[in-house]
């Protein structure tokens, strides 16, 4: 360990960064008023600084190529990095409100770009406090997913409308979603899962996929095996409550 | 930065609302309601069937006309909504909110009541049937922020909601709304401050009507509300000449307070913080433009403007400015009522003087409370309306080395010590 000239925070052997030099509080406030820039429309978010391999000059590249999944929440970038290789075609990003944590997975993406030249290039993560500022990021019906894998599950009736999946807030999900789009939720908690359950099933603009449509989807299984917390739980010999539902169009108006 | 009295935060501003049809002209200073009706040449008497003394109890946050005229709201920080027949000036409706009220609205058909709470809640009031007291239903959600201002769209289709976070949220109303309004039609994106008020322009080329929109950023700017799409900015602060001293003056210090359509629409009168005045411009429907047409300006008196009113079809503006209390002043709810009349493309606007004014003495007796008073706290009233204003809409920056020494002196964590 004497080499000082090594950046100590990214591991020798994969040459990784090192999640020791990332610990953060697993809790954040989303109704603090943080300060970090937010894209005043979607056309504002800045796709060169994202995927700078796609989209080598400022803006002009690909202008129709659009972020099509979110991960919200993103935590330290499991997730991600799996739907990268399985999805190389789409933008995704991941969306996460410590800045720690944002760091880690920002440096953790940069890393694979290195060893695997080519590849990650479609993948990001943004620092941001989702819950507010989702219509800065997507346009109408821009997302063909939505992430939000083992949220904070808020216990106290007082803080439920902390929780990131609430009646009001799949609002904007569903503005943001194209039809057909699907939401992907799993916990660990029996309460949260049965609270989102119940929040997109009462739900007008959204629909249960059938057990059929859920064994013949990819992504599915990745909700518990590919993240940070789905493998903690999983060695824990936990259960875990998933919720996957598809944006319709409501029944009462034409969209 | 923060040390400064809390009483400044809560002051709230003089409002003046204007029946579609100038039979009537309310003013709301404070906790107090005051109502002239012009077709009596009086001022109205308001009544309300309940047992309490005051219609309300805290400062007034939101007045408006509605339903063709046949409707007036009037809510704020007493957490009540009253709604008020104009034939009457009765109080027919009392709606209770379990926060603060800052915004309000009637839908076009008067079928329905919309307020929007400090907390980003937006709720529905049924008022078919008509009862005294009526429960809220949540009809949508701007998460955590504050709502400045509510409107319909001119063709019922829509409610529009802006935020202190720069964003206005233009929302389908569905065929059942106590239900809740969840299929979003579009954001208008584009300000870079809070959003301080709406207003929608109409003509013969659209008769769905083109949005208006003020801020904090000192810009008024025209959308399409079925894309969101930005069709114009004004710049108005600057065409008006208030930031040509050093480029940026003072940090927020021109926020646009206020905007009204005058003779339908064909004119839109604006209210900038510091202006003493207002600015005309006109909006053209085919060419989906802003352009400033003139300014305005009150002399005679220092009169800064903190709310405009007018009924569509005349060519008069009505003007309002003063504050609930103000700190070191004798006169709480101190309010002061000018005219703008023939507001025409062709004509030069002119400032009634007091004795010209519709109403009158008796109006200005009325709306105004007390008699006269001196220049001085009028200025000093639009000033303390103007850091109310920003305290209350702008997300308060503090340097790095400051928030450290926040968070050490969290108010969670003193409990625990």
Same mark, same amino acid.
């Given at each position: 360990?004497?080499?000082?000239?090594?950046?100590?925070?990214?591991?020798?052997?994969t040459?990784?960064p090192?999640?020791?030099?990332?610990?953060?509080?697993?809790?954040?406030?989303?109704?603090?008023?943080?300060?970090?820039?937010?894209?005043?429309?979607?056309?504002?978010?800045?796709?060169?600084?994202?995927?700078?391999? !796609?989209?080598?000059?400022s803006?002009?590249a690909?202008?129709?190529?659009?972020i099509?999944?979110?991960?919200?929440?993103?935590?330290?970038?499991? !997730?991600?990095?799996? !739907?990268s290789?399985?999805? @190389?075609?789409?933008?995704?990003?991941?969306?996460? !409100?410590?800045?720690?944590?944002?760091?880690?997975?920002?440096?953790?993406?940069?890393?694979?770009?290195?060893?695997?030249?080519?590849?990650y290039?479609?993948?990001?993560?943004?620092?941001?406090?989702?819950?507010?500022?989702i219509?800065n990021?997507?346009?109408k019906?821009?997302?063909?997913?939505?992430?939000?894998?083992?949220?904070?599950?808020?216990?106290?009736?007082?803080?439920?409308?902390?929780?990131?999946?609430? @009646?009001?807030?799949?609002?904007?999900?569903?503005?943001?979603?194209?039809?057909g789009?699907?939401?992907?939720?799993?916990?660990?908690?029996?309460?949260?899962?049965?609270?989102?359950?119940?929040?997109?099933?009462?739900?007008?603009?959204?629909?249960?996929?059938?057990?059929?449509?859920?064994v013949?989807?990819?992504?599915?299984?990745l909700?518990?095996?590919?993240?940070?917390?789905?493998?903690?739980?999983?060695?824990?010999?936990?259960?875990?409550f998933?919720?996957?539902?598809?944006?319709?169009? @409501?029944?009462?108006?034409?969209? | 930065?923060?040390?400064?009295?809390?009483?400044?935060?809560?002051?709230?501003?003089?409002?003046?609302?204007?029946?579609?049809?100038?039979?009537?002209?309310?003013?709301?200073?404070?906790?107090?309601?005051?109502v002239?009706?012009?077709?009596?040449?009086d001022?109205?008497?308001?009544?309300?069937?309940?047992d309490?003394?005051?219609f309300?109890?805290?400062?007034?946050?939101?007045?408006?006309?509605g339903?063709?005229?046949?409707?007036?709201?009037?809510?704020?920080?007493?957490?009540?909504?009253?709604v008020?027949?104009?034939?009457?000036?009765?109080?027919i409706?009392?709606?209770?909110?379990?926060?603060?009220?800052?915004?309000?609205?009637?839908?076009?058909?008067?079928?329905?009541?919309?307020?929007?709470?400090?907390f980003?809640?937006?709720?529905?009031?049924? +008022?078919d049937?008509?009862?005294?007291?009526?429960?809220p239903?949540?009809?949508?959600?701007?998460?955590?922020s504050?709502?400045?201002?509510?409107?319909?769209?001119?063709?019922?289709?829509f409610?529009?909601?802006?935020?202190r976070?720069?964003?206005?949220?233009v929302?389908n109303?569905p065929?059942?709304p106590?239900?809740?309004?969840?299929?979003? =039609?579009?954001?208008?994106?584009?300000?870079?401050?809070?959003?301080?008020?709406?207003?929608?322009?109409?003509?013969?080329?659209?008769?769905?009507?083109?949005?208006?929109?003020?801020?904090?950023?000192?810009?008024?700017?025209?959308?399409?509300?079925?894309s969101?799409?930005?069709?114009?900015t004004?710049?108005?602060?600057?065409?008006?000449?208030?930031?040509?001293?050093?480029?940026?003056?003072?940090?927020?210090?021109h926020?646009?307070?206020?905007?009204?359509?005058?003779?339908?629409?064909?004119?839109?009168?604006?209210?900038? =913080?510091?202006?003493?005045?207002?600015?005309?411009?006109?909006?053209?429907?085919?060419?989906?433009? *802003?352009?400033?047409?003139k300014?305005?300006?009150?002399?005679?008196?220092a009169?800064v403007?903190?709310?405009?009113?007018?009924?569509?079809?005349?060519g008069? +503006?009505?003007?309002?400015?003063?504050?609930?209390?103000?700190?070191?002043?004798?006169?709480?709810a101190?309010?002061?009522?000018?005219?703008?009349?023939d507001?025409?493309?062709?004509?030069?606007?002119?400032?009634?003087?007091?004795?010209?004014?519709?109403?009158?003495?008796? *109006?200005?007796?009325? *709306?105004?409370?007390?008699?006269?008073?001196?220049?001085?706290?009028?200025?000093?009233?639009?000033?303390?309306v103007?850091?109310a204003?920003?305290? *209350?809409?702008?997300?308060?920056?503090?340097p790095?080395?400051?928030?450290?020494?926040?968070?050490?002196?969290?108010?969670?964590?003193? +409990?625990?010590?």
């Amino acid at each position: 360990m004497s080499e000082t000239e090594v950046n100590p925070t990214i591991s020798k052997s994969t040459g990784l960064p090192r999640k020791r030099f990332y610990r953060a509080r697993a809790h954040s406030n989303p109704l603090s008023d943080s300060h970090f820039p937010v894209p005043i429309s979607p056309s504002h978010v800045d796709y060169s600084f994202h995927y700078p391999q !796609l989209f080598p000059s400022s803006g002009q590249a690909d202008s129709s190529k659009r972020i099509q999944f979110a991960d919200v929440g993103c935590g330290f970038g499991g !997730l991600l990095i799996s !739907l990268s290789t399985l999805f @190389p075609e789409t933008l995704m990003i991941g969306m996460e !409100l410590r800045d720690k944590v944002t760091e880690y997975v920002k440096e953790r993406i940069s890393s694979l770009r290195v060893a695997n030249p080519g590849q990650y290039q479609n993948v990001s993560v943004v620092r941001t406090n989702s819950m507010k500022y989702i219509p800065n990021y997507f346009g109408k019906g821009q997302l063909s997913k939505m992430f939000f894998l083992f949220p904070d599950p808020h216990f106290k009736e007082k803080n439920h409308r902390r929780r990131v999946i609430s @009646p009001f807030l799949l609002d904007e999900y569903a503005y943001v979603l194209e039809v057909g789009g699907i939401i992907y939720t799993i916990t660990d908690v029996e309460e949260l899962g049965d609270w989102m359950k119940s929040c997109l099933e009462n739900h007008p603009m959204f629909e249960a996929l059938t057990r059929k449509e859920l064994v013949a989807d990819p992504v599915v299984e990745l909700l518990s095996s590919a993240t940070e917390e789905g493998q903690k739980v999983a060695r824990n010999g936990g259960q875990t409550f998933q919720a996957v539902f598809r944006r319709i169009v @409501p029944s009462d108006q034409p969209s | 930065m923060d040390s400064e009295p809390k009483k400044d935060v809560e002051v709230a501003p003089a409002l003046i609302a204007v029946h579609p049809d100038q039979c009537s002209v309310a003013v709301a200073v404070g906790q107090h309601l005051r109502v002239f009706d012009l077709a009596a040449g009086d001022a109205a008497s308001l009544t309300d069937d309940s047992d309490a003394v005051a219609f309300h109890t805290d400062n007034i946050r939101a007045i408006c006309f509605g339903a063709k005229g046949k409707l007036f709201v009037s809510a704020g920080d007493d957490k009540t909504v009253k709604v008020w027949s104009t034939q009457s000036w009765r109080c027919i409706t009392t709606v209770s909110s379990e926060k603060r009220v800052s915004a309000v609205a009637i839908s076009n058909d008067g079928n329905f009541v919309c307020f929007a709470d400090k907390f980003g809640l937006v709720w529905i009031v049924d +008022l078919d049937p008509p009862s005294r007291d009526k429960k809220p239903s949540p009809l949508l959600s701007h998460y955590c922020s504050i709502i400045t201002s509510l409107e319909f769209s001119p063709d019922g289709r829509f409610i529009l909601s802006a935020d202190r976070d720069f964003k206005i949220r233009v929302t389908n109303l569905p065929n059942k709304p106590l239900n809740g309004a969840h299929q979003i =039609q579009s954001f208008c994106l584009g300000h870079s401050e809070f959003v301080s008020c709406l207003a929608f322009v109409q003509g013969q080329e659209c008769p769905e009507g083109l949005l208006l929109s003020g801020s904090g950023d000192s810009t008024v700017r025209l959308w399409n509300v079925d894309s969101g799409a930005l069709f114009d900015t004004c710049e108005v602060a600057l065409k008006a000449g208030l930031l040509e001293d050093n480029g940026k003056a003072e940090e927020h210090g021109h926020a646009v307070t206020d905007i009204c359509t005058v003779l339908d629409g064909l004119l839109v009168a604006v209210a900038i =913080q510091s202006l003493q005045g207002i600015i005309l411009l006109s909006c053209n429907v085919s060419e989906k433009t *802003l352009s400033v047409t003139k300014v305005v300006s009150v002399v005679g008196e220092a009169f800064v403007p903190t709310c405009l009113g007018s009924s569509p079809s005349t060519g008069k +503006l009505w003007m309002v400015t003063g504050v609930s209390s103000l700190p070191g002043c004798s006169y709480p709810a101190l309010a002061r009522v000018r005219v703008i009349s023939d507001i025409d493309i062709e004509q030069e606007p002119v400032v009634l003087g007091d004795d010209n004014i519709p109403g009158g003495e008796k *109006l200005l007796e009325t *709306l105004q409370g007390t008699a006269s008073v001196d220049d001085n706290a009028f200025l000093a009233a639009a000033e303390a309306v103007k850091t109310a204003m920003c305290h *209350l809409l702008i997300k308060k920056q503090y340097p790095s080395e400051n928030r450290e020494s926040r968070k050490k002196c969290r108010n969670d964590r003193k +409990l625990k010590g």
